[in-house]
C-alpha cells in the first residue's frame, strides 16, 4: 500500500470513528492494513465497500458482496459466530470468508485446523484462508 493512501484511509478512520478509543482506532487501521495487503496479494479486483463499521469488511467481487472477517490468533478477542451470521443476514452477504492472518515464517496449520474443529468455522463460513501477511502469500483451507 502506497504512503499517500494509508494516510488517507487512516484519516478517514479518525475522522469516522471519532468515538473510538485510541485503542479501537489503532485495531481498525491494523483491520483496514490487512484488508488492503490481502486484496493486493489475492485479487486486486476486489472493492472495499466498507470496514469502519464492523469487525466484518465488506467487498465486492464482480457484483457479488462478500464478508472478510481477519483473525490473528496471537492478538484476536473471543469469535462470535452468531454475531457473524447475524451480519451477513443484515447485509445481504453471499459468501462469508475467515482469514487467518500469519505474521511467522513457519506456518502453524496444525494449531489452525484445531481451531477450525473447536469452533466450527468451517460450518459458519464460505472460505477460509491462511495468510501470510509478511511473505504475502495465501493458502486456501476451504
Not at 104 to 115: C, G, H, L, R, T
Amino acid at each position: 500500500m502506497e504512503l499517500n493512501v494509508f494516510q488517507k484511509l487512516t484519516e478517514q478512520i479518525t475522522q469516522e470513528c471519532y468515538f473510538m478509543t485510541d485503542s479501537q482506532q489503532e485495531e481498525k487501521v491494523i483491520q483496514l492494513i490487512d484488508l488492503h495487503h490481502f486484496i493486493e496479494s489475492y485479487n486486486q479486483s476486489l472493492k472495499v465497500i466498507d470496514y469502519i463499521h464492523h469487525p466484518i469488511n465488506i467487498i465486492d467481487d464482480n457484483g457479488v458482496q462478500k464478508g472478510i472477517l481477519f483473525y490473528d490468533m496471537k492478538h484476536s478477542h473471543a469469535l462470535d459466530i452468531y454475531e457473524s451470521e447475524l451480519f451477513k443476514s443484515h447485509h445481504q452477504i453471499q459468501e462469508l470468508w475467515f482469514v487467518f492472518v500469519e505474521e511467522e515464517n513457519v506456518s502453524q496449520a496444525e494449531k489452525y485446523m484445531d481451531f477450525i474443529q473447536l469452533n466450527a468455522i468451517d460450518t459458519f463460513y464460505d472460505r477460509i484462508f491462511m495468510f501470510n501477511f509478511f511473505q504475502s502469500t495465501i493458502n486456501v483451507i476451504k
